[in-house]
């Protein structure tokens, strides 16, 4: 086993030596100084040997020509090289840690099993008991089988850590960390000041901001579901807009006109549910869909439309789930199919 550490450690120092030989090469060949101070060196060792100048100053001339064109080509495959060794480095960096972790747990399992024999020989004092003879070979069986077993549990560790790495910030490294508080941070502070800056312009201009009118629809009575299919979403430009880059808004702003929520409430929540994504293992933004679903029907009730039944329940989870900037333009182009003040079931509260 510790063969194999070695044996890793070693493949990965060369990786890393290897990535910093061609970043140096690509250094040194961009230092153009540097590197016409190589080629007039050459140059003048040309002139010696050959006795002619004027030969040395046609090579030192062509040199620095074909540099013109070469140095950018190697310089790419040497970035693509560097991209594959980095590719490598992370995958040499996972078999150390379970090559590690493996050595590490089978040092604990026989820790333990010669902390358990000391303990059995001195219970036992100077009593000796005939028992039957340990076959040859016993011992090292048992050994070879902690090792696999300790192998097994240290791959088993290392990919539980690899996926909860993608999808929980507290499994992240340090620097992971530091980066997801930071964007997370401005995403927040970017979230308010649009928030604020739609809701002073829905205020001051409100047209733009309305799904537009439909009046061949307004006549329907007795609806029973949506006016507009789930997947109508360019039918009305402005809404889908607003839907598909920030379907917080647009959510907070539909549950704000029908009165079920107020604005800041319904942005602050569904903004810090899907903000909360990365902290709470995708946890929050399940909450978010249950949200979107239990004002889908209370959207529903006030429109009049079949709301708490077993189909409309699958509909609107099918929609949150698979679909939730459709979802959300579907719900906020409902008004323009409906006269103002037209809507059933006005008194229904948040």
């Known amino acids: ?22 970043r140096h090469d690509i250094d040194h060949l961009s230092d153009l100084s540097s590197s016409d101070h190589e080629i007039d ?29 070469g140095i950018p080509a190697y310089t790419k495959h040497a970035e693509e090289e560097i991209q594959h ?9 996972l078999e150390l840690t379970v090559a590690e972790a493996a050595m590490s747990t089978a040092k604990r399992r026989w820790a333990g099993g010669a902390t358990k024999e000391k303990v ?66 401005v995403y927040l502070l970017f979230g308010i000041v649009l928030a604020f800056a739609y809701k002073q312009a829905r205020l001051k201009h409100n047209e733009p901001f309305q799904p537009s009118p439909r009046i061949d629809l307004q006549d ?3 609806r029973k579901d949506f006016s507009f299919s789930l997947f109508g979403c360019f039918g009305d430009m402005n809404v889908c807009l607003v839907g598909c880059c920030c379907p917080c808004l647009r959510w907070a702003d539909t549950v704000d006109r029908k009165q079920l929520l107020p604005y800041w409430w319904a942005f602050s929540l569904m903004f810090g549910l899907m903000l909360l994504h990365v902290y709470t293992m995708g946890l929050s933004t399940l909450i978010a869909c249950i949200v979107g679903i239990t004002y ?5 009730k006030r429109y009049g439309f079949d709301s708490g039944t077993l189909g409309t329940l699958a509909y ?19 008004e ?3 006269k103002p003040g037209a809507e059933i079931g006005n008194s229904v509260g948040p």
Not at 138 to 150: F, K, L, P, Q, W
């Open 41 to 69: 060196e050459s140059a003048k060792s040309v002139a010696a040997e050959t006795q002619s100048t004027y030969l040395a100053n046609m090579l030192g001339k062509m040199w620095k020509e074909m540099r013109i064109f």
């Open 296 to 300: 889908r029907q209370r959207l529903r």
């Open 220 to 222: 329907r009575e007795h």
């Open 85 to 93: 060794l980095r590719r490598k480095e992370k995958g040499i960096e």
């Open 336 to 338: 323009a199919a409906h």
């Open 1 to 22: 086993m510790q063969k194999a550490v070695d044996e890793t450690g070693e493949e990965l120092s060369v990786n890393l030596a290897q990535q910093k030989k061609l």
């Open 316 to 334: 609107d989870s099918m929609a949150w789930f698979c679909c939730q900037p459709c979802a959300v333009i579907q719900e906020a182009r409902e």
């Open 120 to 185: 059995s020989l001195a219970k036992s004092g100077d009593e000796k008991d005939e028992e039957a003879p340990v076959p040859a070979g016993t011992a090292e069986a048992g050994s070879h089988t902690d090792v696999e077993a300790g192998v097994r549990d240290a791959h088993a560790q290392t990919v539980e850590s690899a996926v909860l790495h993608s999808w929980s910030v507290w499994h992240m490294n340090y620097q992971q960390k530091e980066s997801v508080f930071v964007s997370s941070l």
